[in-house]
């Protein structure tokens, strides 16, 4: 029977039912209780035209829940709660008549299992043709913008107990249209506010990161995801570097079982990953293609902690894979959705990029105390053996000048000056290590000039003796800088000394004093042996010496620029040099400049 090809004259929408409809609309698009909404429409529905019964079914999972019921008490109390399978509405809708949005299915057309089922009206049908049936059923499928099934509208026992026109069937879709919006205004909320919550966990986990060591990450972690999913229970593990030892483990609110299935789980990620996508094992599995050998341990693990499902996921960078996490559901929270999944495979994303890098953070801090301990190491060892080469070398070289003053013999010369040298080295192994280990040092005013000066008469006796002139220019006197007079005195003579000692006899040395509103710079020029491009490289390096093998025969111990580099740079200051093979060089020292102070 097709009862859709009648024909009833055409009527006006009664006011009332207008009036409700402005209403619903307005409480549509303005309203964020859907349950307020669609308790309104199925209301509007009975007492505006006139049906006896109206409902609505909300699609949750697959199941379609009837959350929305106006009638009768009774019929309320059997109805209201109702879970019933989408998969048996959808055959009804296929089976049904279209009238526009709306699907009738005619008595005697439904299956007997589902009237066994469903709510029947209990009174006499009478007979004609436009009677109503109660075996008559009258359907709104109501579906989002994107044709995605969002719920089900029923309505039974129409006006006059008949049939209803083509015109009841236009009011009724106005009722229908706005129970659609207001579902899809609900799930757009839901969605929202789904990706706000998944979003807030991601960036909860990422902001775990930054906490000090292994631990306190993974701590955090666990309760960021506990909290923002919804868990039961939720473990994670970070492999140690290089053995299959236990490495940090957290959970939370339980503590991460002390390797329960940690083997035969890194096992099984091992063999998939680098696929990072998320697993979900239910309690009741038998198999898992993907964690064969720790299935069994996992459904251990659900069971102690009273969760239905779990997921895990490995965590990485690039092909390493560093660890793994495992995040379990209760039974009553429902199947986890693709936004969920994403969301899990982000986290595991994120914590791997902070395990990452706090593993690098942490072989670098273990790194540069290891070589901080060589450095103190290396310190001491330099200090202890000066020392102990100090004391008997001062006991060589006096009993050489009394064994020169009752015999002029060239052996006790040779002796005198290889102790003399010996000596000088010590000096300066011990001034390295000083200025090594030195944090701070005493800071006095000093006049660069009378520093220059006392250098150059220092030098005095090796110039006359190289025949070697030593000119100085001064830009004013005084040229002030602060620093401490002892070391920066050490940098000078070291540079002067250098410079005399390095220039060939008849050459010349220059040392110039100059000052601009930001530097003080002296500049040591010689016409000396010059420096190749490729030793200038290494020049101020500990025990570097010059690959010119005329610069070589000079006796020298390769200390002098490395301990005046680490001087200067401490004053905050630069050391510099330009030379030409051959050609001779110019170290200039710069020191920042220290105005004198306004009376």
Request: with cysteine.
């Amino acid at each position: 029977m097709s009862t859709g090809a009648q024909q009833v004259p055409e009527e006006s929408a009664p006011a009332p039912a207008l009036q409700r409809l402005s209403e619903l609309v307005r409480r549509v698009n303005s309203s964020t209780d859907t349950a307020d909404v669609l308790e309104e429409i199925v209301h509007g529905v009975c007492e505006v035209l006139g049906y006896g019964v109206a409902a609505i079914a909300r699609l949750e999972g697959d199941t379609l829940v009837m959350t929305a019921v106006a009638g009768p008490d009774d019929v309320r109390r059997q109805v209201l709660g109702r879970r019933t399978p989408a998969s048996e509405i959808l055959d009804e809708f296929r089976q049904a008549d279209r009238w526009g949005i709306l699907r009738f299915v005619p008595h005697g057309r439904m299956d007997n299992a589902r009237l066994t089922n469903a709510w029947i009206p209990d009174y006499e049908p009478i007979d004609d043709p436009m009677a109503w049936h109660p075996e008559d059923a009258l359907y709104a499928p109501l579906y989002s913008a994107t044709g995605r099934l969002l719920g089900n509208m029923a309505v039974d026992l129409p006006p006059d107990s008949r049939i209803p026109s083509r015109h009841e069937r236009e009011l009724l879709e106005m009722f229908v249209v706005q129970a659609g919006l207001a579902l899809s205004n609900a799930q757009q909320r839901e969605q929202l506010a789904e990706q706000v919550r998944l979003g807030s966990t991601v960036k909860e986990v990422a902001q775990a990161g930054s906490q000090p060591g292994l631990d306190a990450i993974l701590a955090e972690a666990c309760e960021a995801v506990h909290r923002g999913l919804e868990a039961t229970q939720v473990w994670m593990r970070c492999y140690p570097d290089e053995d299959m030892s236990n490495g940090v483990a957290a959970g939370h609110p339980r503590p991460n079982p002390s390797g329960a299935g940690a083997a035969s789980l890194r096992a099984d990620l091992s063999s998939v990953w680098p696929n990072p996508e998320p697993v979900v094992v239910h309690r009741g599995d038998e198999t898992c293609d993907r964690l064969p050998a720790s299935l069994p341990k996992l459904q251990e693990m659900m069971a102690s902690v009273g969760a239905d499902s779990v997921v895990v996921v490995p965590m990485g960078v690039a092909l390493e894979l560093l660890g793994y996490i495992v995040i379990g559901f209760p039974g009553t929270r429902g199947p986890l959705q693709p936004a969920e999944v994403d969301a899990v495979a982000e986290i595991a994303r994120e914590l791997g990029r902070s395990v990452h890098s706090a593993r690098l953070l942490e072989t670098e801090q273990r790194l540069v105390s290891e070589l901080r301990e060589l450095d103190r190491y290396k310190g001491e060892l330099i200090t202890t053996i000066s020392h102990e080469l100090k004391t008997p070398l001062t006991t060589i070289i006096g009993h050489a000048e009394l064994l020169g003053e009752i015999h002029e013999h060239r052996s006790v010369e040779a002796i005198a000056r290889n102790a003399e040298r010996l000596n000088r080295l010590v000096q300066n192994l011990l001034d390295y290590s000083r200025v090594q280990d030195r944090l701070a040092s005493v800071r006095v005013d000093i006049d660069l000039v009378e520093v220059c000066r006392a250098a150059i008469d220092l030098a005095g006796m090796l110039a006359d003796t190289g025949r070697v002139t030593v000119e100085m220019t001064a830009c004013c006197e005084p040229v002030t800088v602060q620093g401490d007079p002892e070391e920066l005195s050490l940098v000078v003579d070291n540079l002067v000394n250098n410079a005399v000692k390095y220039t060939r006899p008849g050459g010349t040395v220059r040392v110039e004093v100059e000052c601009d509103p930001t530097w003080l710079r002296i500049a040591v020029h010689d016409s000396g042996l010059g420096i190749s491009e490729a030793d200038q490289v290494h020049l101020f390096s500990a025990f570097h010496r010059s690959s010119n093998p005329e610069a070589l025969s000079i006796p020298g111990t390769g200390l002098g620029l490395a301990i005046s580099r680490r001087i200067v740079e401490s004053h905050g200051g630069r050391i510099e040099v330009e030379s030409v093979l051959g050609r001779g060089s110019t170290f200039t020292l710069a020191l920042p400049r220290v105005h004198p102070a306004v009376a």
